[in-house]
Nanobody, 118 residues
Framework: QVQLVESGGGLVQAGGSLRLSCAAS????????MGWYRQAPGKQRELVAA???????NYADSVKGRFTISGDNAKNTVSLQMDSLKPEDTAVYYC????????????WGQGTQVTVSS
């Protein structure tokens, strides 16, 4: 069974930086993409950034130019470098792996809190 473990969250002042990391344990079958989502209080979970095993990336408009996602398919790890953080980036950030072909699978991490103070 695949488990995802996130690290790197915390408290930072506006304009600062944080780096989130996520590592998978267990057997990964036909990984397609890795990504980060976030959920702020009272809001729906939203995609922040994703990367395919081919290296294609996708970012939410709100983080373009500030966040950078990187992945290592061989090590089953994904990171999110967050620069120029804003108070509105405050949320619980979740790592997500997706894979499969005919039968899709989807695994989530436990979440890590990111708080940006003004």
């Amino acid at each position: 069974q695949v488990q995802l473990v996130e690290s790197g969250g915390g408290l930072v002042q506006a304009g600062g930086s944080l780096r989130l990391s996520c590592a998978a344990s267990g057997s990964i079958f036909m990984l397609n993409s890795m990504g980060w989502y976030r959920q702020a209080p009272g809001k729906q979970r939203e995609l922040v950034a994703a990367i395919t095993i081919g290296g294609s990336t996708n970012y939410a408009d709100s983080v373009k130019g500030r966040f950078t996602i990187s992945g290592d398919n061989a090590k089953n790890t994904v990171s999110l470098q967050m620069d120029s953080l804003k108070p509105e980036d405050t949320a619980v950030y979740y790592c997500n792996f997706q894979g499969g072909n005919t039968f899709k699978w989807n695994v989530w991490g436990q979440g890590t809190q990111v708080t940006v103070s003004s």
